[in-house]
């Protein structure tokens, strides 16, 4: 059976072309998916129950007992931690903030290890922002800053900007100039028309740069700021007044550098600045496909867009100190349930023996990094192949990923719905 | 010798990140990227293994040249290998210092871990299956 | 089902024509009957106010940019926080609180109903989602068409009947209710990052103009027979001289409904400024109201400001930006592609500020010159002017001459130049207040005829019993017991079910999503329309199949269909 | 009257304690003090050895005195508005956040956003501060408005980020960013630091050490004299955030 209009479960793009072929619930060809796409729908590294951790081995265990000792785990914490959810659809991530209101737990999503900063500055500067299709229509200038689209987020350029044809701009490929900012040399930088290389953690001294010079301050600025020349800086200053439309896009070369949130601030100081000249916007390069809808849906319920700590019965919220990084390194935390991420590979070693000591329950389809340190894990359907759900496009663009197929693991909104109960039970509410 | 250490997302690991016990992901992820120059400075090869140090601890990796990367930083995909090395503190901000990792390079003939035997060190239990 | 007699209730049902009657209310399968059985639940009302549920027809609570207002503003979610209680989830929040916070603060208030002024039909998705989780108000969404491609190329073809399969095939794509215009043709210009100044000025590279839109639009809306008429909120929102554009806009408007408005302006305090600048700013309230006075075939809502903190957002996005450049706080914008924009920003509206003064004086005035009531309803724009838990206060004020003169002598002594409030005596009675707060909204919306906003047998059974004895009180004294009397209900019921009492929801929701569905004829289903079809996927970023809102996500979805008259 | 609360030993150390409780004026009546470990709610006394000594009549005559494992206490000092607490050892997170009145002396260091938002009363860290020291909320438009923060050791990132309205001294080195988003108030660093007042729209920022990667969008005025520590030197003279409508000042040592 071939299935259109497929929505792919891997980054931020949420690219909703793919054509994907399913046979005895298995996919078995995918079409116009890039390289990332097609190894997510045609793996199948699947857990294949949950498992319990007995000493120094591993059991099998059911369903229901599997659930049922989440549930008591997390009843008996102080300080219990939820991180993940960029991994899973809406639905679950309402009844996981939900259920870190019930237990009093910190919950936490992986914005925190990647675009987190972003939000930090976004709530001290705002967002000059659009959907993806307004820079493909119209975007006659883009910049690439600290991201590397090609590697991370393989259909961006094709789909919404280099190559993208467009309403306003039917020729994207000859009529749009690409600039890429970076400290190193990329296959993304490789197609672009300008490329200004800059000095490891001199990102903040060259946005200020630029934003002088836009406001007609030029003359203060040194020949060369974090590693480029004053005339680059001219030039790219000059190609962005110039746009008709011009869209920045960023990614963790901003946020992960020396001064952090800082960066994305000047960043988008910059383009507030660049709006007074013509039309410009600037968008962070999501990473999970839907770690923005993470960010909603603990926005729309909490207040707060990720780092949320229940332990008051309110909702508090101080990135640095609430965030899943900060509360395993200072050992805070003594519980966690891990729903669709793996922290155990991408968060610090630290952080990772943290785990090890606590226990840690992991809901996720595959054996990873955070299988080894977990006492627990629950397989689950992969949202998006068997499994259905919303999803927030990099950009705020809700979708509704698909099921290709009736397969034979239950959701992770079954799982966590059946642990809040529990909880709900015990909590006598 | 002292380098910067950056990291970042590559295809292949994301190719393979839902299979990161297979032999595909861990030589992605314990993949170092570094200047040739620097290569020659250390008197390696690709293909050699080295010996990443940092404040955090060790952890023996594969080293690649790679065109892109100025002398003194090296470059190694976002995963277990790299975080081996990084620092968890935030600076207040709830994000690690992922790309400014100071390390020590120097060559060895030790295996390179599996995945799995980097999460036994740090206290967990490897699952095969 | 026993039912529930609400006995001894002070009613005032405009729609019914009761006015202060002492009367009991019967109420079974969560509708209003004759009469209940012995059996019934008895709530004693004890002679207090006793009206339909309150309905607001313009506030923005749910969505993409209001949610970006609350991700924006963790300032604003600090300042209003509770934990979770019984049945109620925690709330953050003061201008923008989260679903629930927004869901049980109205219930408080005894509001029922709730439109959410503008929806990007895009991401409607994420604006029904939120409906979800306001579990408290039945929700309706306004759906923004002001920079629709599709509708522009329409207009300029001058094919009404196109721009109407337009509305059809989105309204019933994103199960949106009306159709909304923010700055109609502005919001493609900043596309560009331009305007539009008048409603005569062309929409840069489609050769349109503002004014040719909205007629297009009212003329489309009537031949697909819609329960609302358009929705406006008029281009140059916040201008010095901006009363010129909405009279201009007023003139536009033709008479075609019997039932209801033929054009509806949104928050037209924000558009009835004169003056040329900031400097000399002045209200133009007179003549805007008089325009509405000598035509019933527009009604309009006050977008009342109150002083003190609160949070901008609309989909006019250049109005925002130039908001930005007067206040160097923080900017959120977010175009839309081939539709609309929005922009946020916080603001601080104070007494101090002579400007914000006259803002505050002219939407008192619109609702005190507008002669009839159902012609001006009361509204802040939530959060724009102020948050929708300042609505007490502007009742009191509207009631109470008294309270206006207190008010002057704290605000900026030179308001009084500029605006002609104080020279005004009229008080709103409670016969005038219960229009303006629920039976002209559901008339003006058209959603009678679902038993919104009155309590005949057949109604839903949506009732708010205020703790105020309109005997025994006099509002243009007792102010203060009437801020406090409309802030909280005695009991709040939604279809049947007591949800809130004393301020305390207690139970949990579950609410109903209303959308409009018109049925057109074969020929103009924009699914079988090549060229549609293909422009869709060459331009928009979303495949056409992923575009329209499943049912999934209007667990209690009530559709009003309608058959279109193409 | 003198306090003295000194740590219980716990089971699991690590949790932190919220205790925005202990201000001197809950001390003068009799009430239950409630206190959060984790998400549990605790009495004082379940935590603390509690000691009184003497009476007290007004806040103001109230010292409270923390010792032992004070360093996983948050919000110690929180909205104090009269009186002085001593902390024997290390204090945790958001010790003095907006703060009106009083004096919280540190005798160890302190952990981040040490007197966030303060209005007014004195702090004083004798050994070094965590990161935001004296900063601003996230999101919120001003950071420390009034009153006096001193740091006798060193300082983490973003010191006296938003900083509005008050003195904030750290006599040793600022790490990087410090006087970020500067607005008004006045910053004293005694030592070295990394790219002080990106972005400052107003105040004064004197740094006495070095100045590491100075950013570029700060114009050179000149210089002048100034005291400090009883010694003169002479500063050279900068304007800025220039990035911004920068009417900053900056003096950094020649």
Redesign the interface.
């Known amino acids: 059976m071939k299935v ?2 497929v ?1 792919c479960p ?2 931020g793009c949420l690219c ?2 793919l054509v994907v072929e399913v046979e005895n619930n298995l996919v078995i060809n995918v079409e116009n998916g890039c ?2 796409a097609n ?2 729908f045609m ?1 199948d ?1 699947r ?2 129950n949950p ?1 319990r ?1 007995e000493g ?3 059991k099998d265990v059911s369903y229901d007992a599997a659930i049922r000792e989440t549930a008591e785990i997390l009843l008996d ?4 931690l939820l991180y993940g959810w960029s991994g899973t659809h ?1 639905e679950a991530q ?1 009844v996981g903030v ?1 259920l870190a ?5 910190v919950i936490d999503n992986t914005s ?2 990647c675009h ?2 972003s ?2 500055a ?13 820079v ?3 975007a006659d200038v883009i910049v690439y800053w600290g991201a ?1 689209p ?3 987020h ?1 259909r961006h350029m094709s ?2 900007t280099t190559y993208a044809d ?3 701009v039917k020729e994207a490929f000859r009529e749009r100039k690409v600039i890429v900012i970076d ?4 296959e993304s ?1 490789a197609v672009a028309d300008e490329f200004v290389k800059v000095d ?2 001199g990102d ?2 060259v ?3 630029l ?2 010079i836009v ?1 007609g ?1 030029g003359d ?3 020949v060369k ?1 974090g590693g480029v020349t004053r005339d680059q800086l001219f030039r790219v200053a000059d190609i962005c007044k110039n746009a ?2 011009g869209a920045i896009f960023f990614g ?2 901003l ?8 960066n994305i ?2 960043a988008i ?1 910059l383009t ?1 600045e660049l ?2 000249h ?2 410009f ?1 600037i968008s962070p390069m999501r ?1 999970h496909w839907n770690v923005y809808g993470s ?2 849906v603990f ?7 990720y ?1 949320v700590d ?6 508090f ?5 609430t ?4 509360v ?5 935390c ?1 519980a966690c349930l891990v729903v669709a991420s ?1 922290p ?10 943290h ?3 606590i226990p840690t329950v992991q809901i996720d ?5 955070t ?4 006492r627990l ?1 629950i397989p689950v359907a992969v949202t998006g192949i068997d499994a259905e759900g ?1 999803a ?1 496009r990099m950009d ?5 990923t698909r099921k290709l197929y009736e397969g034979t693991y239950p959701s992770d909104l079954e799982i966590l719905g059946k642990i809040y109960a529990l909880v709900k039970e015990a909590k006598g ?1 | 010798m002292r380098f ?1 250490l ?6 292949r690991q ?9 032999p595909v992901y861990r030589e992605e ?1 314990a993949s170092l990227y570094m200047n040739r120059v620097d290569m020659l400075d250390l008197e390696i090869e690709e293909g050699s293994h080295v010996r990443v140090k940092s404040d ?2 060790a952890v023996v990796m594969v080293a690649h040249p790679a ?4 002398r003194g ?1 090296v ?1 190694v995909c ?3 290998y790299a ?18 990792t100071v390390v020590t390079i120097e060559p060895t003939t030790d295996p390179v871990p599996t ?2 035997e ?3 060190q ?6 095969e ?1 | 089902m026993t039912g529930m007699l609400v006995k001894n209730a002070y009613v005032i049902d405009p729609l019914s024509g009761v006015n202060g009657e002492i009367m009991d209310i019967a109420i079974r399968d969560g509708k209003i009957v004759e009469e209940v059985g012995s059996g019934a639940v008895v709530i004693d009302a004890g002679g207090c106010l006793t009206l339909p549920g309150g309905i607001d027809s313009h506030s923005h609570v ?1 969505g ?1 940019k209001v ?2 207002g ?5 300032e604003d ?2 300042a209003g ?4 209680k ?1 049945v109620m ?5 003061y201008s923008v ?5 927004n869901s049980y603060r109205y219930s408080s208030m005894g509001y029922t109903t709730v439109l959410e002024g503008a929806m990007a039909p ?2 409607a ?2 604006t029904h ?2 409906f979800t ?1 306001t579990p408290h108000q039945d929700m309706l969404a306004n759906t923004l068409f002001d920079g629709n ?1 599709s509708i522009m190329e329409a207009v300029r073809d001058k094919d009404v009947k196109r721009a109407a399969a337009v509305v059809a095939w989105t309204l019933a794509a994103v199960k949106g209710f009306a159709i909304k215009l923010t700055n109609p043709g502005g919001t493609e210009a ?4 331009e305007d539009v100044h008048s409603i005569r000025d062309e929409v840069p ?1 489609f050769g349109v103009t503002p004014a040719e839109i909205i007629e297009t639009m009212i003329q489309a809306n009537e031949l697909l027979n819609l329960p609302h008429s358009v929705h406006i909120h008029c281009n140059n929102l916040g201008v010095p001289g901006n009363y010129q554009t909405t009279l201009d806009t007023i003139d536009l408007a033709p008479d075609l409904n019997k039932e209801r408005q033929s054009l509806y302006l949104t928050h037209v305090q924000f558009h009835s400024y004169g003056g040329s600048t900031w400097k000399d700013i002045c209200s133009k309230s007179e003549d805007v109201a008089r325009a509405v006075n000598a035509r019933p075939q527009v009604a309009i809502d006050m977008g009342q400001i109150m002083f003190g903190r609160t949070t901008t957002m609309t989909a006019d996005g250049p109005m925002e ?1 130039k908001l ?2 007067l206040h160097h706080n ?9 539709e609309t924009g929005s922009g ?2 916080p603001v601080y509206y104070g007494r101090k500020s002579l400007v914000n003064c006259v803002m505050w004086a002219i939407g008192l005035e619109l609702a005190l010159l507008t002669k009839n009531p159902w012609q001006c309803m009361l509204a802040t724009d939530n959060p724009n002017g102020a948050p929708f838990v300042k609505y007490p206060e502007i009742i009191a004020l509207l009631m109470s001459r008294k309270l206006r003169e207190y008010e002057m002598k704290v605000i900026d002594p030179r308001t009084e130049h500029f605006v002609p409030l104080f020279a005004i005596d009229r008080e709103l009675d409670w016969y005038e207040i219960a229009v303006m707060t629920r039976a002209a909204q559901a008339k003006a919306l058209g959603i009678t005829r679902i038993g919104k906003g009155h309590l005949a047998p057949g109604a839903e059974a949506d009732i708010a019993i205020y703790p105020l004895k309109p005997d025994e009180l006099d509002p243009s004294v007792d102010y203060q017991q009437v801020m406090a009397g409309f802030a909280k209900t005695s009991y709040t019921i939604k279809r049947g079910r007591v949800v809130a009492r004393d301020g305390e929801v207690i139970v949990e929701g579950a609410n109903s999503t209303i959308w409009t569905r018109a049925e057109v004829p074969p020929e103009f289903d924009l699914n079988n329309d090549p060229e549609f079809v293909k422009k869709f996927e ?6 056409m ?2 575009y329209p809102v ?1 049912e999934v996500y209007l667990p209690r979805g009530v559709s009003i269909s309608t058959e279109a008259s193409l | 009257m003198r306090v003295i609360l000194k740590t219980r030993p716990r089971a ?1 150390p ?3 304690i ?1 205790a925005e409780t202990i201000i001197p004026q809950n001390f003068l009546r009799k009430n239950d003090i409630l206190v ?5 709610e605790r009495k004082l006394e379940d935590l603390f050895y509690v000691t009184t000594e003497g009476p007290a009549v007004s806040p103001d005559q109230v010292e409270v005195i923390l010792t032992g494992n004070t360093g996983v206490i948050k919000r110690v000092g929180e909205y104090m508005n009269a009186g002085r607490i001593i902390v024997e050892g290390d204090i945790g ?1 958001h010790c003095g956040n907006f703060m009106s009145a009083g004096e919280i002396i540190i005798r160890g260091n302190a952990d ?2 040490l007197g966030r938002e303060m209005r007014g009363g004195v702090i004083r860290c004798e050994g070094n501060a965590g ?2 020291c004296a900063a601003g909320y ?2 919120e438009k001003r950071g420390m408005r009034g009153g006096m923060v001193e740091v006798l050791g060193n300082a983490g990132d ?1 010191a006296a980020e938003y900083l509005s309205g008050g003195e904030v001294h750290i006599h040793g080195n600022c790490a ?2 410090p006087g ?2 500067m607005r008004g108030g006045t910053l004293t660093i005694g030592g070295d630091c990394l ?1 002080p007042c ?2 400052m729209t107003g105040g004064t920022c004197r740094v006495f050490g070095t100045a590491h ?1 100075m ?3 700060f ?1 050179r005025n000149g210089s002048e004299v100034t005291e400090y520590g009883g010694k003169q030197y002479r500063m050279a003279v900068y304007r800025g ?4 409508r920068g009417k900053g000042t900056v003096l950094i040592r020649e």
């Open positions: 259109e209009d929505v891997f980054c909703d072309d390289t990332l190894e997510k793996g590294h857990l294949k498992i951790r120094g081995s591993w914490a102080d300080r219990p809406g309402s939900h209101e019930l237990l009093g737990a925190t290890v987190g900063p939000i930090l976004i709530q001290e500067v705002g967002h000059p922002g659009c959907t993806l299709g307004q493909k229509n119209r590397n090609i590697d991370a393989p789909r919404y467009g309403f306003f400290v190193r040399k990329t930088s490891r953690g903040y001294a946005l200020s740069a934003r002088a406001r301050k203060l600025i040194p700021v008709k439309f963790l070369g946020t992960m550098s020396p001064g952090k949130n800082k601030r000047n100081e507030e709006n007074r013509t039309k916007t990473g960010n909603e926005t729309w319920i909490s207040g707060y867009p780092a229940f332990a008051r019965g309110i909702a919220y101080n990135p640095g100190e965030t899943s990084v900060d395993l390194r200072r050992g805070e003594d793996d155990g590979a991408h968060f610090p070693r630290a952080c990772a023996e785990l090890a000591r389809p595959h054996v990873n990094a299988t080894c340190l977990a894990q919303t927030y705020g663009v809700p979708i509704r509410s | 910067v950056n990291t970042g997302r590559t295809i994301g190719s393979y990140v839902e299979r990161k016990n297979s992820a955090q601890g065109d892109g990367l100025v930083d470059f976002l995963g277990p975080n081996f090395l990084v620092n968890p503190e935030t600076h207040g901000t709830g994000m690690p210092d992922f790309k400014t995945v799995r980097l999460m036994e740090c206290g967990g239990v490897g699952y299956g | 749910c993409t949610n970006f609350r991700y924006m503003s963790p979610m600090r926080r509770t934990s979770r019984g989830h925690v709330t953050s929040g609180p989260t679903t629930f916070g895009l991401e998705r994420h989602e939120e989780a491609w900043w596309g560009w990052g590279r930006f930005y450049m923080k900017w959120s914008n977010h175009d839309v592609e081939l946020i920003i060459q331009y928009y970023t979303v495949r199949r992923n499943q | 699991k690590k949790i932190p919220e959060y470990e984790g998400n549990k997170m981040s956003w990161h935001y996230r999101g973003f990087d960013l970020v988003e790219r990106g972005n990667q950013l570029p969008t114009r955030d220039v990035a911004n």
